[in-house]
């Protein structure tokens, strides 16, 4: 089945950061938009953050834009997620997953999701 991997996600405190990655070894990701979705428990999944295919457009939501940036690295099959001054509301399950749409932030354009890494805030 072909999905996307995530990592790096870890227990950080208030005002730290961390980085996240989505990578797949099973096909290019170079011709496709990947966006970083997140779920906190009980909540709907949301969108994040999301880079076109050739890493020149970015796009974040509101509650992320200034303190996370989304990168790729088409070399390294690779899409990350820096995340700075994380805060108690950041705490979720992140999601990657990639999509042929333009700067979509609806779920329903992404396919190919991977199973999440968890990021926990606490101090």
């Known amino acids: 089945q072909l999905q996307l991997v995530e990592s790096g996600g870890t227990l950080v405190q208030p005002g730290e950061s961390l980085r996240l990655s989505c990578k797949t070894s099973?096909?290019?990701?170079?011709?496709?938009?990947v966006g970083w979705f997140r779920q906190a428990p009980g909540k709907e999944r949301e969108f994040v953050a999301g880079?076109?295919?050739?890493?020149?457009?970015?796009y974040y939501a509101d509650s992320v834009k200034g303190r996370f940036t989304i990168s790729r690295d088409n070399a390294k099959n690779t899409v990350y997620l820096q995340m700075n001054n994380v805060k108690y509301e950041d705490m979720a399950v992140y999601y990657c997953?990639?999509?042929?749409?333009?700067?979509?932030?609806?779920?329903?354009?992404?396919?190919?999701w991977g199973q999440g890494t968890q990021v926990t805030v606490s101090s």
């Open positions: 880079i076109n295919w050739d890493g020149v457009s970015t």
């Open positions: 099973q096909y290019t990701l170079e011709y496709y938009a």
């Open positions: 997953a990639r999509s042929s749409f333009y700067r979509s932030q609806s779920p329903a354009d992404y396919g190919f």
